[in-house]
């Protein structure tokens, strides 16, 4: 049986191998390329907010006097066990400087927390940083950046 298989496969393959016209293929269709030109969008500018004047950073390990020459005047003043705790208040925040004792026995700042004045509101969350700048007052500017403040040269009114 082997050999019966052995002789006809090649007589198979031979009959496979009949003249078979070869077919011509076509090079694929071209694709109409269509460049389409875009305008630029123009990308909506979002400005930063401004950067902070003071930020907690810079007045960690002050002393009692050195903020109160900064910021004013605390709202409130409460002792809690060593610390001292000072309490500022604005329209938008509330923030409570915690002063502890050194090695020296000298108050320093220590610890710093911020919250929204109302907590019902939109967007109650308040960084202790934007805070500290909010409570900052203004620095005074030139006279003339005041409303109704003449400027001008004013008469010698000494004795002499």
Known sequence: MMRVVFLIFPVFLMGCQANIEPVEQLPPP???????IE???AEEVVESPP???FIIENIMNLTPDTLQNILGEPSLRRVERDARVW?????QCVLHLYFYPDDNGDSRLDYVAAEAVNP???NPTVSPNACLDSLI???AGPLSSYPDTDTGLQPDRSDN
């Open 87 to 91: 309490l500022y208040r604005n329209s």
């Open 51 to 53: 950067a902070p004047r």
């Open 137 to 139: 007052p203004p620095e």
């Open 120 to 122: 019902m509101a939109e």
């Open 30 to 36: 071209v694709q109409e390329t269509v460049t389409v």
């Open 39 to 41: 305008e630029p969008v």
